[in-house]
Nanobody, 123 residues
Framework: VQLVESGGGSVQAGGSLRLSCAAS???????YGWFRQAPGKEREGVAA???????TYADSVKGRFTISQDAAKKTLYLQMNSLKPEDTGMYYC???????????????????WGQGTQVTVSS
């Protein structure tokens, strides 16, 4: 599976951005997640989604971020609203095979990763 992110940029606090992740290769029996990493911090899970559209979110982004996917286009999205300076970081798209019956936000459980796209939120 190959993943390519796009849509990052710089925005003021309170603004919005929409990230996209194009997937290619063998994508059956996998699900996707978004992760982010701020300078000097560990990578953290932001959101993940099953193929049926069921999502899960980190508490820090609930109510502000929405994960979605277009299966036909093999594209994953992350709509980010009401952005805060603490949302700044490199955002990564990731994929993993199904397992456990639950959506993981643990980066170590994902096998496939994109190169990342930078999001900067200024106050």
């Amino acid at each position: 599976v190959q993943l390519v992110e796009s849509g990052g940029g710089s925005v003021q606090a309170g603004g919005s951005l929409r990230l996209s992740c194009a997937a290619s290769g063998y994508t059956d029996s996998i699900y996707y997640g978004w992760f982010r990493q701020a300078p000097g911090k560990e990578r953290e899970g932001v959101a993940a989604i099953f193929s049926d559209g069921s999502p899960t979110y980190a508490d820090s982004v609930k109510g502000r971020f929405t994960i979605s996917q277009d299966a036909a286009k093999k594209t994953l999205y992350l709509q980010m609203n009401s952005l805060k300076p603490e949302d700044t970081g490199m955002y990564y798209c990731a994929a993993r095979t199904y397992g456990g019956g639950w959506l993981s936000l643990l980066s170590g459980t994902y096998k496939y990763w994109g190169q990342g796209t930078q999001v900067t939120v200024s106050s």
